[in-house]
C-alpha cells in the first residue's frame, strides 16, 4: 500500500500534475508525470504545507484516476487496486519529489494484471524520455 506521503489526494494537486506534467498514453493507460521543479504555480485558497526546501526531499507521489466509464463501483476500484499495486513498485525509481497520476482508459477493465504492467511500464518510459523533435 502507497503511505500517506506518496498517495494525491487534493484536486489541486491532480489538477498541477495534470496541467503541468508531460502526458503520455500507453494502451489502456495515460500517464501525466510532473518531474521536481517543473510543477506549475498552482494559486489556491489553502496555505501551502511544503517549502521549496522541503519539496526537493518529498517522495515520488501518486494518484489515480478511474472513471464511470471504466464500469461501476467494483470494476472502477478494482481497476484502482491493481494500478495502485503496480505503482507501488515502480514509484521508488522515479526522483523524488515527482508527481505520477494515472488515468485507466475504458477498456483497462478488461486487461490482465500483466498487460497492465506493461502498459504502465511503456508509459512511464515514455514520460521520463527526452522530448525529442518530431518529424512532419
Known amino acids: 500500500m502507497l503511505t500517506a506521503a506518496q498517495r494525491l489526494r487534493r484536486s489541486t494537486d491532480f489538477a498541477a500534475a ?3 506534467g508531460r502526458r503520455v498514453g500507453r494502451g489502456v493507460v495515460v500517464v501525466h508525470l510532473t518531474l521536481p ?8 485558497s489553502k496555505p501551502a504545507r511544503d ?24 470494476v472502477r476500484n478494482a481497476v484502482r487496486r491493481r494500478l495502485r499495486h503496480l ?32 502498459d504502465l511500464d ?7 524520455a527526452p ?6
Do not use: C, M, W
Open 18 to 20: 495534470v496541467r503541468g
Open 122 to 128: 511503456a508509459a512511464i518510459a515514455a514520460a521520463r
Open 87 to 118: 505503482v507501488r513498485e515502480r514509484l521508488p525509481g522515479l526522483p523524488a519529489g515527482s508527481t505520477l497520476v494515472v488515468r485507466a482508459l475504458p477498456t483497462a477493465a478488461h486487461r490482465s494484471y500483466q498487460r497492465l504492467g506493461v
Open 37 to 44: 521543479g517543473t510543477l506549475p504555480d498552482v494559486s489556491s
Open 131 to 136: 522530448r525529442g523533435r518530431r518529424s512532419r
Open 51 to 74: 517549502t521549496g526546501a522541503e519539496q526537493t526531499s518529498a517522495p515520488a507521489r501518486a494518484g489515480f484516476v478511474v472513471s464511470k466509464a471504466v464500469g461501476n463501483a467494483v
